[in-house]
């Protein structure tokens, strides 16, 4: 009967699945892929808004030199020849120095009176040069001057792009209060010129609690490969996921222009991961500790056989200090500022607790009183996001966060790298110190 | 590739195409054996590609002290067994089990008949793991009862007995295959 099933089934096949070499592999990569990770999306995402934070600033000086150019020679109580000229060259530039890119609108039932519709998109850019415009006057209400003297008696906002966006953005210019803008711009800027250098000094202190979802992203290491269980990756897989965790810190940022800023803080950073272990060890791996490698594996008796089952959360406490820089864009004038912030961070663990599944033998071992840990490491964290003014000199925002460390927090003699990530929102209020002057 | 010699060695030196081209050559057999051994062919797809990561990981070990073929095909067997041997209970032999050994039959009595392969084969899957498995070890892939008493944790008269006991389950139920 032997004989007859050997022959039968000598050369017998089965039919494989076709997806099976590209899943082995992906195994056989391993963790190759892993680097492109969010690590480098988080960079490339600094860069861009950082660029264009930058080219923002940059056209805002280019701005500021051509307002000063600007002046008046007449201002009377309506709409004059030249007015109208502006709103006709609107298109086109009036000659090569001109070039204005405001929308204006003639106000629809009063087109032939002082009130008009100034309707400035945002980012647009603003030239005004002197010998296009001959006078212009607008009557404005009380609110609308208030507006215009509280542009030029900011500092942050002595860019002809900030100035001009406040004087135009009311929808509806009022009738009764009379305002000569050119010759506040050109006395604010001449005002404000003598003060320029104080603004740099200022300072923004912070104050931050960020709830994070955060967890381990995990790589083996690759000399000591050979010493990973083969059952250890599906037990990961199925056995470990990111937790709940946060942040708190508090830090302190330096303005060297007003629109960047260098910084320093202290975090207390908790990174969870939530465990749910249930598997069984039912084999013993076989070691050429030569070769620093599991070379088989011994099916453990009935008796031996383990059933591992395990619910809880590890906690990784950190204690961080992140060097900052950051750059800063008002988008809406004392009401929203832009922020992208990238801080490199010294982080040393202060705790670990939990329970963790050994790579090598499948145990579970405490992370207590394991010690192929690391105390100390590098990370990195992006904020990239927007902050509301509640006060003139206070600002909340609840923008989006990534953070990673650059190292393992396991020692070289652990058959894993571990590196703690997390990512969540940051709630954070910030206090401008000389930021505005009311 | 020009040789098994030279594949290996590609295999060992980490070259995916030469990887590829010994998981070609030799995954329809190795299914072939995961088949017999799982009671289920998703199980079978799982050890398949466990079996060949761990062929790729341990090519170096091999000696050519035996056929490429049969060097893999215990690493897929050994795969196949810790397998079954993680449902606990498939290890656990009843006592009726273990006295239920019978007399031997005749070896060289014809069993088949007209049955093809696949119908044998599929009442060798559908015996119990415990006796599937021996009857694959020692009848179609050739171990000793010492090798299989090793490789499952038992002795070898347990390991004869299921030998037996599968012997004799497989008989009666190709012949009431015959009859029906």
Redesign the interface.
């Known amino acids: 009967?032997?004989?007859?099933?050997?022959s039968?089934?000598?050369?017998?096949?089965?039919?494989?699945?076709t997806d099976?070499?590209e899943?082995?592999?992906g195994?056989?990569d391993g963790d190759k892929k892993r680097p492109l990770m969010w690590w480098w999306v988080a960079a490339c995402f600094f860069i861009v808004f950082s660029g264009i934070g930058i080219f923002i600033h940059l056209n805002s000086e280019k701005a500021i030199e051509s307002a000063r150019h600007y002046s008046t020679k007449d201002h009377s109580n309506r709409v004059s020849e030249s007015s109208k000229e502006i709103i006709s060259h609107h298109s086109a530039p009036i000659n090569n120095q001109v070039e204005s890119d405001f929308n204006y609108k003639p106000h629809s039932a009063q087109e032939h009176t002082s009130e008009f519709v100034v309707k400035p998109k945002i980012g647009d850019k603003i030239q005004l040069i002197d010998s296009s415009v001959q006078s212009v006057s607008i009557n404005y209400s009380s609110e609308q001057i208030g507006e215009i003297q509280n542009a030029i008696d900011h500092p942050e906002l002595r860019n002809a792009d900030e100035i001009l966006k406040a004087i135009f953005n009311a929808s509806v210019i009022g009738a009764n209060d009379s305002y000569n803008i050119p010759t506040t711009i050109n006395n604010g800027l001449k005002q404000k010129d003598s003060s320029f250098p104080q603004d740099k000094g200022k300072w923004d202190l912070g104050l931050s609690a960020s709830p994070a979802l955060a967890g381990l992203m995990v790589r083996t290491n690759g000399k000591l490969n050979?010493l990973l269980n083969?059952n250890y990756n599906k037990i990961s897989e199925n056995g470990e996921s990111f937790g709940f965790s946060y942040q708190v810190g508090v830090s302190a940022n330096r303005y060297i222009t007003k629109n960047i800023y260098f910084g320093f803080g202290l975090k207390y950073d908790v990174v969870k991961e939530s465990t749910h272990y249930d598997y069984?060890i039912?084999?013993n791996p076989e070691f050429n500790l030569a070769k620093s490698k599991i070379?088989?594996?011994t099916?453990?008796?009935?008796e031996q056989?383990e059933?591992v089952q395990h619910n809880g959360n590890n906690e990784y406490q950190f204690l961080e200090v992140p060097l900052k820089f950051g750059i800063v864009v008002p988008v809406v004038r004392n009401r929203w500022d832009f922020r992208s912030e990238m801080s490199l961070q010294y982080m040393y663990m202060l705790n670990k607790t939990g329970s963790k599944v050994d790579p090598t033998y499948l145990e579970l071992t405490d992370l207590k009183s394991d010690q192929n840990y690391n105390r100390q490491n590098l990370g990195t964290t992006l904020n990239i996001g927007m902050y509301r003014y509640v006060k003139s000199n206070l600002q909340l925002g609840v923008i989006p966060y990534y953070q990673i460390a650059f190292n393992s927090i396991r020692n070289n003699q652990s058959v894993l790298k571990d590196r703690p990530i997390s990512y969540g929102f940051n709630v954070s209020a910030v206090y401008l110190i000389r930021r505005r002057l009311h | 590739m020009s040789s098994e010699e030279e594949l290996v060695k590609q295999c060992a030196n980490k070259n995916r195409e030469a990887q590829k081209e010994l998981f070609e050559k030799y995954a329809s057999r190795m299914m072939g054996i995961c088949i017999r051994y799982m009671s289920n062919t998703e199980d079978a797809k799982d050890v398949l590609q466990d079996g060949f990561v761990k062929v790729f990981m341990q090519i170096e070990s091999f000696k050519f002290k035996s056929s490429l073929y049969t060097w893999m095909s215990r690493i897929f067997v050994n795969l196949c067994i810790n397998r079954l041997n993680r449902t606990v209970q498939t290890l656990e032999l009843t006592q009726e089990h273990e006295s239920s050994t019978l007399n031997e039959e005749n070896e060289n009595q014809p069993i088949w008949g007209n049955l093809n392969r696949d119908q044998i084969m599929s009442e060798i899957l559908a015996l119990p793991d415990i006796y599937r498995v021996v009857i694959n070890m020692y009848a179609i892939d050739g171990l000793t009862h010492s090798e299989i008493a090793k490789a499952l944790n038992i002795s070898e008269g347990s390991s004869k007995s299921r030998l037996s006991r599968a012997r004799v389950i497989l008989k009666e139920r190709i012949n009431t295959l015959k009859k029906s």
Do not use: C, N, Q
């Open positions: 009967m032997d004989d007859a099933i050997r039968a089934f000598a050369d017998f096949e089965g039919s494989v699945p099976s070499w899943k082995i592999s195994i056989l050979g083969k069984i039912d084999s070379t088989g594996y099916a453990r008796r009935p056989i059933h």
